[in-house]
Structures are given as structure tokens and as C-alpha cells.
């Protein structure tokens, strides 16, 4: 039958006129015809013949891009990437942690036999990026091991997600660098000793030690700073920092549930939200960088990525592992059951038509409701999410430059 794929939306922000394919990101800008036939193929009132009879570039584009076919739209086969917490354990205890709990340091590790058999499972489901993170994953004297296991899985990129506190110099680093992709310290404090509460005072230098060591010995290293409300106007000497360590550089903004545990001097008003959106904007436009647009419906939260706790547990991402939201047990469970959980499938019908509050948002098919996650914390799984005006300031900005760009 003729018609768009499920995951396909006609939108229109601002001027522009655009249909974008949900599944795989892709977006196409349509003039007023292509709007107006587009609108009548949507609503079957011509079939594909005549559609292409019409607009014979934008069939081609539609049926390279996914437009016209189902595809897999988030259905058993759609996984493809995991977070696997290989271990509990932390020798720091950092405010901001989307991992930290009470249970901290009490689980024991799992095996290394049991998580072998995860990420052969998690393999046999179709993941094919992998980030390790826990806990400390470097507190764990066979993480080459596991990171060797999941490469002969199958598993084509792996990464890593470290404090950088131990001593990598410890470390087998021509091992490692066979078998990471990318190694996350995360950074809060700046060498010239800015504003830091999320740490202990004498991590920074340990940081930043732990990135040169990983980086002469041929890993390739992303650093991680955390952002809050005190630390806003750091972001471009971050920015230099990573230029002059040549390392990539992407920020993790303080959780909710952090803001809501002690800290609510570090997080943020609408104000720091509009600062932040203002100087992202700033870094995604350095070196003369186009801007893109990308459609999506959601986040990937138990669509396209699940994330494993230390205990094996199964949740829809490594932000939302609270017992309601438990899909299963990667070590007791068949994976079939994991895969077609009720859970699972609330994630899959969670999109940003179902969060009242977006429903009416010029950049909902952009932004796809933002993080479920920090909506959770917030509010509620099904309410906006909290950091809204930086995502819409983003959105603005993306399509202002867009317009100008390529003349509107
Ligand atoms: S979170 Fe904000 S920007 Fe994103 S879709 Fe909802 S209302 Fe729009
Ligand atoms: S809920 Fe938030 S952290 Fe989790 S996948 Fe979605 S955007 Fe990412």
C-alpha cells in the first residue's frame, strides 16, 4: 500500500518546510509544491505514480532514504548500542554521578566469565557500539580482557568511561589501545583552579596527567567536564584546553537528580540554560562547521540502546536504572523476554508525541522531547524535559544558521 513509513513526519519550523525520517535521522527541505504533494501522498489522496510524476528527486530521496519502506522503526532488531557497568565499585564518590547510589561499593563484581556471556548476548542482539562505565571500570584488573571479549564478539566500537584517578601508567596501554576506541575522562576543574565542587580539590592535575598519558601511548581520548551553574563560563577555556591537548571534547551537564541532592546552588536556571545553548552553539559552528539537521521522535532510551548494571540488570538507558524500570536480567533472563518486555515496549511507544507539553513545539521532530531521563528526575517520565529552553535555544540557533547558510 502506498504511503510513509510509520517513523516518517511533515513538519515545518520556521519558514522551511521539511520531512524527516525518524529512524534514521535523515532530513529533506521541500519547497511549497513538494509541501503541498507531500501533504496529499501522506493523506492518500495521489498514489508513489503520481507522487513521482510530480516530484521525481524527492521519490529518488525517499526511496534511497527510507522514506517509503518500513524498515526496522525500533522493532526487536533496532538495538545498537549498550552501556555494561562492569563493576560497582568507585574510588571516588562524586555528587554529580548519574550512577552513584547507596548500594555504592557493595555489589560485588560479576565474574569475568558472566560478563562475557552478556556481551555475547548483547552481541547476538545487534549492538555494535559498547561503552564501559560503572563504578571505576579501570578498578577492575581485566578490563583489557572484557574490551578484547566484546572486539572478538563482534562488537565493533568500544569505549570506556573513566575518572581518570588510578594510574593508567599501571596498565598494559598497547593492549588497551587495541582493543578502546575511545577513552571519557571526566574533567571538572581547570588548571588554573576555576570554580569546582563536584570532586575532591586534588583530582584535577590526576585528570589531566591520566589524558597525557592515554593520549602518548595512541589512545584517543574525549575529555568529559561537568557542567553546572558555577562553572557555565568555563566552557571556552575547556575548549582551549582540549585544542591544546588535542583531545576531542564533549560536556556532561549535572543530572537533575544530582540538583536535587544538596546541590541546588549548581543547578541551573533559564538563564544558565540560555548561556549554555549560547556557547555550544559557538563550539558546534567552530571551523566553519555546516549545521545539521536530524528528525527523531524520541531518545534512544530502550529503542536503539539498553544499559546493563553491574548485577546484570537490563534498563532502557544507564540514566533511568531505577527499579520500575527494569526490563530484565541479562543472566537470568531469556533474551527474547528482555527483548519483548512490557517495559521495553513503553519505551518503544514513548515518543515525543506522547509528552503532552512538546506536543505543540516547533522543534519537536528535532528534538524529540529531549531526555526522558531528566524528566524523570524532575518531574515525571511523560513531562518536559527540564533543560527545554537550552534544547529550543539550540534548535533556533541550528535553524537561523541553516536559513543563512542556504538562504532560508
Ligand atoms: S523538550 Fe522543549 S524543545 Fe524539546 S520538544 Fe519538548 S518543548 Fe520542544
Ligand atoms: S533518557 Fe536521556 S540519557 Fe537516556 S538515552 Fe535518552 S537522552 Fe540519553
Known sequence: ????????????????????????????????????????????????????????????????????????????????????????????????????????????????????????????????????????????????????????????????????????????????SACIDDVFVSVDGLPDGANRRIRIESSKQSQLRAICILRSNGLNVTMLPTIHAKNIDDIPTYLNLADKLKVRISFSMLSCSACNRNLEDLGFTKKDLLRIAHFLDIESARGGK????????????????????????????????????????????????????????EFLDLTVESVEECSSCTYAYLCGGGCRARAFAEEGLLKKDPYCRMLQEHYANVVRRIEETFGG
Open 1 to 176: 500500500m502506498d504511503g510513509f513509513a510509520r517513523s516518517v513526519r511533515l513538519f515545518s519550523v520556521g519558514m522551511i518546510g521539511l520531512i524527516g525520517n525518524c529512524d534514521n535521522g535523515c532530513v529533506i527541505g521541500l519547497t511549497t509544491e513538494g509541501v503541498r504533494d507531500c501533504t496529499d501522498f501522506g493523506n492518500s489522496i495521489i498514489d508513489i505514480g503520481e507522487l513521482e510524476r510530480r516530484q521525481p528527486e524527492l521519490v529518488y530521496a525517499f526511496r534511497r532514504y527510507g522514506f517509503l519502506d518500513e524498515g526496522c522503526f525500533y522493532g526487536k532488531g533496532s538495538l545498537r548500542s549498550a552501556y555494561l557497568h562492569v563493576t560497582d565499585r568507585c574510588n571516588m564518590d562524586c555528587v554529580g554521578c548519574y550512577s552513584r547510589s547507596d548500594g555504592r561499593n557493595k555489589t560485588p563484581d560479576l565474574p569475568f566469565a558472566d560478563l562475557c556471556a552478556i556481551i555475547d548476548k548483547l552481541a547476538s542482539l545487534g549492538i555494535q557500539r559498547l561503552h564501559l562505565s560503572g563504578g571505576e571500570p579501570a578498578l577492575r584488573c581485566d578490563l583489557c580482557a572484557i574490551a578484547e571479549h566484546a572486539k572478538k564478539a563482534g562488537i565493533t566500537w568500544v569505549d570506556l568511561a573513566t575518572n581518570g584517578l588510578l594510574a593508567f601508567s599501571d596498565f598494559d596501554l598497547d593492549r588497551l
Open 290 to 345: 555546516k549545521p545539521v539537521l536530524s528528525a527523531r521522535l524520541s531518545c534512544g532510551a530502550g529503542k536503539t540502546m539498553v544499559s546493563v548494571s553491574a548485577d546484570g540488570g537490563v534498563y532502557p538507558c544507564h540514566m533511568l536504572q531505577a527499579p520500575e524500570f527494569c526490563i530484565g536480567n541479562m543472566l537470568h533472563d531469556p533474551l527474547v523476554k528482555i527483548v519483548e518486555s512490557h517495559v521495553r515496549q
